[in-house]
C-alpha cells in the first residue's frame, strides 16, 4: 500500500483543517488552566511551546496524576514546565510518513505525537486513533479504485464477446476468428480474477 505522509491526512478528510494548529500552552501557563481546558475540550494531553511556538514539551493528564496530584502539590502554584516531558518525546515532519510517525509514539510509550516544521513549531498533534483511521480510509479507498478497474476489465471482454457472436451471426468473421476472440476474452476475464484475488489477500494482511 502507498505510504501515507502526514501532510496527507488532511486531504484524506481523516483531521479537520485548523488554522491556528492544536490547543498548546506556554511552559509558565499554571496546571490549573491547562487542567480546565482538558475538562473543556475533551482532551488528555497537550504540546507545550516557547515564545516563538516552537515545541518544547509535551503535558498529559498522565503527568499531572503522577506528578502533580500524587504529591499533593497546588495546581494554581505549579506551571507546565515543572511536570512536562522535554526529554525524548514523540516528534514528526509534515513530509514523513504515518509509519515514522506511529514508530515515534511506541518507541516512546506515548499516545500522541507533535508536528512540526522546519523551524520546530507546532503545527498539529495527533493520536494513535488519527493514524489507524487514515490507513483505514486509505485501504478503502484503494479497494473502490481496484473495484473499478476490475469492473473495466471485465467489461471490455464481455464487449469482445458479444461483438464477436454479432459479427458471427451476420457472417462478418469467421468460425475461427470468433474463438480467437472469446478465448482472449475469457482470459482477460480470469487473468482480472486472479489479480483481484490477491490485492484483497494483500489489504487483509494490511489491515491484520
Not at 497546588?74 to 510517525?101: P, Q
Amino acid at each position: 500500500m502507498k505510504k501515507i505522509t502526514i501532510s496527507e491526512l488532511e486531504k484524506l478528510g481523516v483531521i479537520s483543517p485548523r488554522p491556528g494548529g492544536p490547543i498548546r500552552f506556554k511552559p509558565d501557563t499554571p496546571i490549573s488552566e491547562i487542567a480546565k481546558s482538558f475538562e473543556e475540550n475533551h482532551i488528555g494531553s497537550v504540546p507545550i511551546v516557547d515564545e516563538n511556538d516552537v515545541h518544547v514539551g509535551v503535558l498529559s493528564e498522565r503527568d499531572m496524576a503522577i506528578k502533580l496530584v500524587a504529591q499533593g502539590r497546588d495546581s494554581d502554584l505549579v506551571v507546565a514546565k515543572e511536570i512536562m516531558r522535554s526529554g525524548d518525546i514523540a516528534r514528526a515532519k509534515e513530509t514523513d510518513t504515518i509509519n515514522y510517525a506511529i514508530e515515534q509514539i511506541k518507541s516512546r510509550g506515548a499516545r500522541h505525537v507533535t508536528i512540526v516544521d522546519e523551524e520546530g513549531k507546532v503545527i498539529n498533534f495527533l493520536s494513535l486513533k488519527d493514524f489507524f483511521l487514515a490507513t483505514q480510509k486509505e485501504v478503502k479507498s484503494l479497494k473502490k479504485k481496484q473495484l473499478q478497474m476490475v469492473r473495466l476489465q471485465i467489461l471490455i471482454p464481455i464487449i469482445l464477446v458479444i461483438t464477436a457472436i454479432s459479427a458471427f451471426s451476420f457472417s462478418f468473421l469467421d468460425e475461427k476468428y470468433i474463438v480467437g476472440i472469446v478465448s482472449a476474452a475469457l482470459l482477460a476475464i480470469g487473468i482480472a480474477t486472479i489479480l483481484t484475488a490477491k490485492k484483497n489477500i494483500s489489504y487483509e494482511n494490511e489491515e491484520a
